[in-house]
Each structure stands twice: as structure tokens, then as C-alpha cells.
């Protein structure tokens, strides 16, 4: 039962950005696993990069090459003062180092196209099939344009084209927790519901340091969101805006393919950390119409 005195009477803040659905398969589960994590390892959005996380698990009977599958999501931030085409250009060029650094350097992998109701297609030829050198070749496979880049544990496969759209960026919550044990079990307990919603990802899981967009350090970009910070508390005084009895503020970020997708992600992650007695609040990040422009109030949701 979700208790919605303990929901505060506020907002996520969320913008919109670019996506791509990459559907990956491997020989082994092992390797398959060791790339899904490597490629989306590293949230980047804050810094102007790319952010990445898994969105589900695919058995044999569910990918092209009737291999064990898994869906990645990639996403890139839109600079709403620039043509879109620049921004899917920059998303183009940081997409492709996680393919060829974290994918196509495990044995056997293959890359196919995911996105639904694409806006547009990415072409994989100029900074993934010339890995090749040149001897890379085009064929039709799995009924799909498959680029074939030789390489010495012969070969990556990956289809040319790879669709992109505009998803959803940055919904989060905040639960926060009596003890170190609730910042983990509550966790994974939200992620667990999370996961079952089809069209979302989690590119932080369970995330420590929720940020700011004001900085004192601009060319570190986002930093903590200090008033927020427990073991602050004492030295800030009336600044402070942790809750009596708070001593650790975990946020779980979303991102998705649509705002109801990610409506109905936050609304399972919610009612699953509000289970634990040692959850006192949930609130979440927002920073007065400075980072997008959805608003998703959280009692709302309810």
C-alpha cells in the first residue's frame, strides 16, 4: 500500500533526448552480459556525452540469429539552441565508441536495430563498418543490411541502419532511507519493479549523488546537490534540507521511451521503496524549469 503522506507534494523535472534501441546477441551468456555491461557502464549525459543501461533480456527464440539477446538503450542530450541534425550527429559519433570499444571487441557479438517508429536512421558504414580498413562488406542476413567488418576472431556483424527517436530524459525520485541497508534493499527492490516496464531503463540504478545544475566548479559540470547531502547537515544549518532521521538520500533515475512509460516506471519504483519501514520520504530532483520542461508530480502518479 502506497502511503502518500510519505510522497512529497512536488515534481521531476525531464527533458527530452535522443534514443537508440540496439539489440545485441552473443554465442555465450557470459560475453553477452560482459558487453551489455561494458557498453552502458558509464552515465555521461552531465558531461555532453552518452548515457546507456539495459532494458530487457531476450531468449534465443526472440533475436534475428536466434542467439541470447539483450535490448540496450543509448541516449544523447539535444541542444534545443542548435538544428536537431547536429545533435543526432554528435549522438552518432559517441554511440559509435561504444560499439566499437565495448561490443565489437567481444568474441561473436552482432548489433541489430531495436527502435520503434524511428524518426530517423543512424548509418553504421563511415564509424563502425571502416573498422574493416576497407575489406568490410555488405550483405543480406536475417533478412536485414548487415555490415560484415573482418576481424581476427572472424566476424562483427552489424546492421547498417539503426533507427533513432525522441524519448524522455531524467525522471527520478528520491527515497530516502534510516540506514545503509534500505539504500540497498529498497534499491534493488524498485529496480526490480522497474525493469518490468517495457520501454525504460535505468542508466544509474541505484544513484548516490544526485547533482545540481548551479556549480561552483563549471568546468567539472553538474556537482552535488548540497542541501541534500546528510553529512552536511550540522554545517549548513538552516540550509540543510534533510529530513530529521534522514541519513542517506539514494535517487533512481529513468529514462524512456515515452512520458508514459516513464510516468508508469517511477509510479512501480515508488510504491516498491515505500514498502520498507526504514524509508522515511520520497521526494525528487527538480530545479525550478531549469532542466526541461516536463513536470512529473509525483502524488500524482498515484
Known amino acids: 500500500m502506497v502511503f502518500k503522506e510519505k510522497i512529497e507534494d512536488t515534481f521531476a523535472e525531464a527533458f527530452d533526448g535522443i534514443y537508440c534501441r540496439l539489440l545485441v546477441t552473443a554465442d555465450d551468456e557470459e560475453t553477452l ?3 551489455a555491461s561494458d557498453a552502458t557502464a558509464t552515465p555521461s549525459i552531465v558531461i555532453g556525452r552518452t548515457e ?3 532494458e530487457k533480456w531476450l531468449s534465443e527464440n526472440e533475436t534475428p540469429d536466434n542467439r541470447k539477446g539483450v535490448i540496450l538503450q543509448f541516449w544523447g542530450g539535444i541542444d ?3 538544428p536537431l541534425e547536429e545533435s543526432v550527429k554528435k549522438f552518432e559519433i559517441e554511440l559509435s565508441y561504444r560499439i566499437r570499444q565495448d561490443i565489437l571487441v567481444k568474441p561473436f557479438t552482432a548489433v541489430f536495430d531495436a527502435c520503434v517508429e524511428a524518426i530517423g536512421k543512424l548509418d553504421m558504414m563511415e564509424r563502425v563498418g571502416h573498422c574493416g580498413d576497407g575489406y568490410e562488406w555488405i550483405e543480406k542476413r536475417y533478412g536485414r543490411e548487415i555490415i560484415v ?5 572472424p566476424d562483427f556483424q552489424i546492421e547498417r541502419y539503426l533507427g533513432y527517436n525522441r524519448g524522455i530524459m531524467g525522471a527520478n525520485f ?8 534500505a539504500v540497498m534493499e529498497a534499491g534493488r ?6 525493469n518490468k516496464i517495457e520501454g525504460v531503463i535505468t542508466p544509474f540504478e541505484i544513484c548516490s549523488a544526485g547533482s545540481k545544475p548551479e556549480t561552483k566548479f563549471p568546468w ?17 544549518g538552516a540550509e540543510s534540507k534533510v529530513p530529521e532521521g534522514v541519513n542517506f538520500i539514494p535517487e533512481i533515475v529513468i529514462n524512456g521511451v515515452s512520458l508514459e512509460a516513464v510516468k508508469e516506471a517511477m509510479r512501480v519504483g515508488i510504491e516498491s521503496v515505500l ?3 526504514d524509508v522515511v520520504r520520497v521526494s525528487a530532483g527538480n530545479y525550478r524549469g531549469k532542466l526541461g520542461k516536463y513536470k512529473i508530480y509525483l502524488r500524482e502518479l498515484f
Open 33 to 35: 552480459r560482459k558487453a
Open 275 to 277: 514498502a520498507f519501514d
Open 220 to 236: 567539472i559540470g553538474p556537482t552535488t546537490n548540497h542541501p541534500y547531502c546528510p553529512s552536511l547537515k550540522e554545517r549548513l
Open 174 to 181: 528520491w527515497y530516502m532511507c534510516k540506514t545503509k541497508r
Open 189 to 194: 527492490k524498485a529496480l526490480e519493479a522497474i
Open 80 to 82: 534545443e539552441k542548435k
Open 149 to 153: 567488418v573482418p576481424i581476427m576472431v
Open 52 to 54: 546507456g543501461g539495459v
